[in-house]
């Protein structure tokens, strides 16, 4: 019983962490109607054109983050 009720709130605490985590993000990265990578033109509300701009992206960013610091 207690180890569901455990199970329960962690469930919860994710889901918390994982909206918080995507408001920081949307803060911090705001739509400006072209790809983040590359600089290709968006119709959509996206930040990039493609998972793999995105993924080069958040790369770059890291080493960036590492480098920096
Ligand atoms: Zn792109």
Redesign the pocket.
């Known amino acids: 019983m207690t180890d569901e009720a455990d199970r329960s709130d962690e469930k919860i605490a994710a889901a918390i962490e994982d909206g918080i985590s995507r408001i920081r993000r949307a803060v911090a990265h705001p739509y400006t109607g072209e790809?983040y990578?590359?600089g290709?033109e968006l119709s959509d509300p996206m930040r990039?054109?493609?998972t793999f701009?995105r993924d080069d992206w958040d790369a770059m960013q890291r080493a960036k983050r590492r480098s920096g610091e």
């Open positions: 790809c990578f590359c290709e990039f054109c493609d701009c």
